[in-house]
């Protein structure tokens, strides 16, 4: 059984940072992907950003290109996403996925992951 917790949400002004964290435990955390999804209320749940299994290897939504960063430190079970120029679109549901392939190289897809987070709630304000 995997364990996925996220924390550092909160509230913040446009424009401003956060950094959200993804403690990950029950499963060899360095062999697999993994994710960033968000949901905005009334909305579908959304892909994010991913990381490959060595953390050499990212992608992004084109809506946080630029602005959003994807990482992780394999010695402490952690994924991290960093958002910078935060928008009030930004508002959402946070969720960490881990990514069901062994050395799998991230993807955009929800199916690809078969463990979830509880979700941190982010909220940017105008």
């Known amino acids: 059984q995997v364990q996925l917790v996220e924390s550092g949400g909160g509230l913040v002004q446009a424009g401003g940072s956060l950094r959200l964290s993804c403690a990950a435990s029950?499963?060899?955390?360095?062999?697999?992907?993994m994710g960033w999804f968000r949901q905005a209320p009334g909305k579908e749940r959304e892909f994010v950003a991913a990381?490959?299994?060595?953390?050499?290897?990212?992608t992004y939504a084109d809506s946080v290109k630029g602005r959003f960063t994807i990482s992780r430190d394999n010695a402490k079970n952690t994924v991290y996403l960093q958002m910078n120029s935060l928008k009030p679109e930004d508002t959402a549901v946070y969720y960490c996925?881990?990514?069901?392939?062994?050395?799998?190289?991230?993807?955009?897809?929800?199916?690809?992951?078969?463990?979830w987070g509880q979700g941190t709630q982010v909220t940017v304000s105008s």
């Open positions: 996925a881990a990514d069901s392939r062994v050395y799998g190289p991230g993807s955009k897809q929800e199916y690809e992951y078969d463990y």
């Open positions: 029950g499963r060899t955390f360095s062999r697999h992907a």
């Open positions: 990381i490959n299994w060595r953390g050499g290897s990212t």
